[in-house]
């Protein structure tokens, strides 16, 4: 017996488990919110944009694979000016992505783990932008492999 005909002999005999026209008024609900939530995100988004353009005008950070408007927008307000890092070492450092060092007179332990000293939001941006690149990357190189595949006459 396929569901179709169990699901209507119990709704014949009024042996479901749940009131069919209840539930379908609780997912028109729940879709109503979801769409309003997905309108605020899109003016956010809007908003971001624009005071992101002011802040940047020549998109220097959005030029780079990953970095959308937002990810560039949190980056930019969480480090705030780039020239109080004297150097690209001590930018890392401030945004936790070297490894920890211990040192003494006569040891250099290197390897240790990543240090956790960054801000939460500065290191999601950064791991969010990677994550995208890093999937653009694959879907490019799965393009070029694809149309090698197809040109050459070796493979």
Known sequence: MDTTRIYQQAKAQG?????????????????????????????????????????????????????????????????GNFLRFPNVRSYQRYCGCVPRKKQSSDQDIKGLSITKAAQRLLKKSYHMAAETSRRYIEAVFKLLKHEARATSPYL
Request: aromatic share 8%.
């Open 15 to 79: 042996q479901l488990p749940f009131d069919f026209e209840q539930v379908q008024d609780e997912i028109n609900i729940e879709l109503d919110i979801m769409v309003y939530e997905e309108q605020k995100v899109a003016l956010l988004d809007e908003k971001i944009a624009e005071l992101y353009e002011q802040v940047d005008p020549d998109k220097a950070l959005q030029s780079l694979k990953g970095f959308g408007p937002v990810i560039s927008a949190n980056i930019l307000g969480t480090v």
